[in-house]
């Protein structure tokens, strides 16, 4: 039933519209990762125009209360969550203590030959075999990261159905003999998302995302896992504590050109 609103002295409609779902969303009616109704829902639920309706969205996600994805829809923003990077980082311990489930979903694999920045990344001859894969990690059901992970093909020669099978990455790679690993380095930057990852992420393409490298070693040094990935900065804070790491031993790993 159309709940038609009347005008109300000096309140725009399309403000009223914010402050009705605002306050749902204070309220926890409407609770983080919940869809609102959609600009055609919303339009006969009030009796507006579509314009009213995406300005009163466009209101809300400028105050942070919401995320628009195109095609999508609207939901309620989550909290971001805040992963802090270690030498010693573990993404699973770090939901734990949160209280947060996550999962990790493999998206596709396959077997490359490393090129020059690659080799160089995982200490490989050029041309060596590369596991690269590409997998989509959601916290509470929402997209939260989309990376692209290479690993030594001749060490873990199976390890993409491994990792599809055990959100767990210190699980993972004990089971190919590896009983411990720390990071080498991180690097962080901020760009806009590509078409591609927008969607993956379920955000809008003008919204930014933070770009992490990594480049992880076992107790002896060897590197086992290259990184690249994407994280919706709407969703995560990564955070930092400087003094655990030590300088990238070559500076030229910063400008790896990777395959699609």
């Known amino acids: ?32 990762g919940d869809a609102l109704p959609s600009e055609h829902d919303l339009m006969s639920e009030y009796g507006v125009s579509r314009n009213t309706v995406r300005r009163a969205l466009g209101r809300l996600r400028e105050l942070g209360k919401i995320e628009v994805s195109q095609g999508k829809g609207a939901f309620v923003r989550s909290e971001p969550l805040q992963h802090t990077i270690t030498v010693r980082t573990r993404f699973a311990d ?45 916290v509470e059901n929402t997209p939260v990261s989309y990376g692209k992970i290479f690993h030594p093909a001749d060490r873990f020669p199976n ?15 004990e089971g190919f003999g590896v009983k411990d690993f720390i990071r080498r380095v991180t690097w962080i930057s901020a760009r806009n998302p590509t078409e591609e990852e927008a969607q993956l992420l379920r955000q809008d393409a003008i919204d930014p995302v933070l770009l992490s490298r990594k480049i992880d070693v076992d107790t002896e040094g060897v590197p086992v896992e290259f990184n690249e990935t994407v994280w919706s900065a709407r969703r995560a804070q990564l955070c930092l504590p400087v003094s655990e790491f030590a300088r990238a031993e070559d500076e030229n790993i910063r400008s790896h050109v990777l395959p699609d």
């Open 1 to 32: 039933m159309t709940q038609k609103l009347q005008p109300i002295t000096g309140m725009a409609l399309w403000r009223h519209i914010t402050d009705k779902l605002g306050d749902a969303i204070d309220r926890n009616e409407l609770r983080p």
């Open 94 to 138: 770090n939901l734990a203590v949160e209280g947060l489930d996550f999962d990790v979903q493999i998206l596709s694999q396959r077997k490359i030959k490393a090129n020059e920045s690659l080799a160089q990344a995982l200490d490989l001859k050029t041309g060596d075999p590369v596991i690269y894969l590409k997998a989509l990690t959601s």
């Open 159 to 173: 390890i993409a159905k491994a990792r599809a099978n055990n959100s767990n990455l210190a699980e993972v790679y």
